[in-house]
C-alpha cells in the first residue's frame, strides 16, 4: 500500500520556521516529481514547491521564493520543505504529493491533477 506521511507542521510565530517532512512507503519514490502544495480554509489548494527526481530541479511559488525551500533524500524516501521567515498568510494545511508520471518539472507542476499519490496533511499555523 502506497502512502505518503507528512509531518512537522506545528504552530509558530510570524518570523519563525518549521521544516515539513514527507516519507514514502509502499513504492520507492525516487524516479518521480514531487511537490509540496497547501489548503488554507475556504480557498483552493495552491502549489507551493516542486522537485524533480534526482533533487537537481527545484521551483517554487512567488509567495513563498526566497523563505521556503523544498529538498529530497532519496536513500530515505523523503522529501522536505524548510519553511522560514513565515508569515501568517502562511497558514494552512500542507500536503506533500508525487506524480509518477514525470521525473523532470515541466511546466505542468503547479497542477494538483498530475499527483497521483497525496499525503493526509500537516497544519501549519503562523500567527502574529
Known amino acids: 500500500q502506497v502512502q505518503l506521511v507528512e509531518s512537522g507542521g506545528g504552530v509558530v510565530q510570524a518570523g519563525g520556521s518549521l521544516r515539513l517532512s514527507c516519507a514514502g512507503s509502499?513504492?520507492?519514490?525516487?524516479?518521480?516529481?514531487m511537490g509540496w502544495f497547501r489548503q488554507a480554509p475556504g480557498k483552493e489548494r495552491e502549489f507551493v514547491a516542486a522537485?524533480?527526481?534526482?533533487?537537481?530541479?527545484?521551483t517554487h511559488a512567488d509567495s513563498v521564493k526566497g523563505r521556503f525551500t523544498i529538498s529530497r533524500d532519496n536513500a530515505k524516501n523523503t522529501v522536505y520543505l524548510q519553511m522560514n521567515s513565515l508569515k501568517p498568510e502562511d497558514t494552512a494545511v500542507y500536503y506533500c504529493?508525487?506524480?509518477?508520471?514525470?521525473?523532470?518539472?515541466?511546466?505542468?507542476?503547479?497542477?494538483?491533477?498530475?499527483?497521483?499519490?497525496w499525503g493526509q496533511g500537516t497544519q501549519v499555523t503562523v500567527f502574529a
Open positions: 504529493a508525487v506524480d509518477t508520471e514525470r521525473a523532470y518539472l515541466d511546466g505542468r507542476y503547479r497542477s494538483p491533477s498530475l499527483y497521483d499519490y
Open positions: 509502499g513504492r520507492t519514490f525516487t524516479s518521480y516529481l
Open positions: 522537485i524533480s527526481a534526482t533533487g537537481g530541479s527545484t
